[in-house]
């Protein structure tokens, strides 16, 4: 089995741009680039893969969510998509694209970006309480002394065995 | 004096499966430049992750594309799997593997029928899907399903295939071989496909990295890289070589395709007579928290899927970066440059699957 490298490299912007070179100069491809909106930390993190044979290495830049990040579609013009992606689905802040497509790369009836767009989940019916059985009119009254021992609460068993008898009538 | 004219090709259009568009920047009959436009069939199926649950979003992946649905709920189980630090039972792995060449079969017959449709000749193009069908009838006597199979979960897969199956799966795969290699020979040696193939759409190598070209089309430009020989699944364990083609034209990533073909077929009969006896899942108890991503060989090419997950039934981010995305560049590159009348072909060159790229 060929071995793989399997690591994410945090960077920042000045650091970026170098590492960009570096691997350009090596014959490296980019693999892709990925945007993660953080919600709970209101912050972007951009992974940038980078690959050669079957090594691949990842930087991280982290950014918040006003800030902008430096294209690197003038190194390698692949990036031009991912960036357009990102600047449009994301609304990551991508600055000197080679290639501005001005949002019109997804050509999609929703707005743009989608971060905090899905409005939250309907509240979940409640289960309707099984109806009481309705009173058989037919029947005859019951007499004095059944009505008062049908007055008392039933015992533990006697309402183990209506239970089950409601469930099936509820399901 | 040459006129320069923006010609919109697509989204609809005869040749394409599915829905593209370009601008094409026209000087006469030559294409100086071309601007791709998706989203026509944006589905939003990565934002999902925020309603389905982990183990939902297998069925969600799976759904990205109906030619690559196999492998796409596989990276997906597999990265989720990476997260959880669980080793999927062998058998599994071996099974993930003989479905991913099957799918890998029936992908490139399909390709070869549309290629074969783009330039009109549409006897070939109805060969080269009645051969996919005896595929397709073996994905739906081993899963139930045709093109959507839901056998991949996270911790293995959900059916088996008996050793009884795979013995008539193997059978059926060498009497397909002849036919196979019979349709294949028009479109490797027929001179009017030839006159079709051969240098048009030149990517070089250095073209093909720079670009970030991946698969066939990476491999038709000499450049020997191919996932599967990461060893992912049971790929470790099976002999093949990595084929690439010659001359850097869609008539190398013809070869590349059709030779692909074969080699599929000696993968699913190494893995049938390696195959061991194990059980098929792993138990996944509680929730992954932590991110995975995990790189597979698509019939397209190298597929990216990233998961990251906090914890709780629902994940952060789930990112696929599809090879027909990463294949969009190297599209532009091999338009620029050809005649109007190419450009069809040359965009089925790449084996374009919108729907893997706009999820």
């Known amino acids: 089995m060929t071995e793989i490298q399997d690591t994410i490299f945090e960077t920042d912007k000045v650091e970026l741009m170098s590492i960009v070179l570096e691997k350009k100069s090596k014959h490296w491809r980019l693999c892709q680039i990925c945007c993660c909106f953080v919600n709970s930390d209101d912050r972007y993190e951009v992974t940038y893969s980078f690959a050669t044979g079957f090594r691949i290495e990842n930087y991280r830049l982290i950014v918040a969510k006003e800030e902008e990040v430096p294209s690197i579609s003038s190194v390698y013009d692949a990036a031009v998509f991912y960036e357009n992606e990102m600047h449009e689905l994301f609304g990551l802040n991508v600055t000197d694209m080679q290639t501005n497509l001005k949002d019109k790369l997804y050509r999609i009836g929703e707005e743009t970006p989608f971060l905090n767009h899905l409005p939250p989940l309907p509240p979940k019916p409640k289960t309707p309480a099984p109806a009481a059985p309705a009173a058989d009119e037919a029947k005859p009254a019951a007499p004095a002394a059944d009505a008062a021992k049908s007055a008392a609460p039933a015992s533990p068993a006697q309402q183990s065995e209506a239970a089950p008898a409601s469930a099936d009538k509820a399901n | ?359």
């Not at chain 2, 997906?76 to 630090?85: L, Q």
């Not at chain 2, 549309?114 to 073996?138: N, P, Q, T, V």
């Not at chain 2, 990251?308 to 969009?328: C, E, I, S, W, Y």
């Open chain 2, 1 to 359: 004096m040459a006129k320069t004219s923006v010609v919109p090709f697509g989204p609809q259009h005869p040749v394409l499966p599915e829905p593209v568009h370009l601008d094409l920047v026209l000087e006469d009959e030559k294409v100086l430049a071309a601007v791709p436009s998706i989203g026509y069939i944006h589905r939003g199926l990565e934002s999902l992750v925020e309603k389905k649950d982990f183990n939902e979003m297998a069925y969600v992946t799976e759904r990205i594309c109906g030619i690559c649905s196999f492998m796409h709920g596989m990276g997906y189980c597999m990265a989720v799997e990476k997260i959880f630090g669980v080793e999927v039972p062998r058998r599994a792995e071996y099974l993930r593997t003989i479905w991913s060449e099957m799918s890998r079969l029936h992908s490139h017959l399909l390709w070869l029928g549309l290629l074969a449709d783009a330039f009109g000749f549409e006897s070939l193009f109805y060969h080269a899907w009645r051969l996919r069908e005896k595929i397709l009838d073996m994905f739906e006597i081993s899963t139930g399903g045709r093109v959507i199979f839901s056998v991949n979960t996270v911790g293995g897969v959900l059916k088996d295939m008996p050793a009884d199956m795979l013995t008539a799966f193997v059978k059926n795969l060498d009497d397909m071989e002849k036919e196979i290699r019979e349709m294949t020979d028009v479109f490797l040696q027929d001179y009017t496909v030839k006159s079709r193939l051969v240098d048009i759409g030149i990517l070089t190598g250095d073209d093909a990295i720079n670009c970030g070209a991946v698969g066939p089309m990476m491999r038709a430009s000499t450049v020997p890289v191919d996932m599967r020989k990461t060893g992912y699944a049971a790929y470790d364990e099976i002999d093949f070589d990595i084929i690439t083609g010659r001359s850097f034209d869609s008539y190398a990533r013809c070869e590349v395709r059709i030779g692909e073909l074969f080699q599929s077929i000696g993968i699913i009969r190494q893995a049938v007579k390696k195959i061991p006896d194990t059980e098929l899942t792993v138990p996944i108890k509680g929730f992954p928290k932590g991110e995975a991503y995990v790189r597979l060989e698509q019939p397209r090419g190298e597929a990216f899927y990233y998961v990251r997950a906090n914890g709780t039934k629902f994940l952060d981010r789930m990112r696929v970066r599809t090879p027909t995305f990463a294949n969009l560049p190297a599209l532009c590159k091999v338009l620029q440059g050809c005649d109007y009348g190419d450009v069809p072909l040359l965009i089925l060159t790449i084996d374009p699957c919108i729907s893997c790229t706009e999820r």
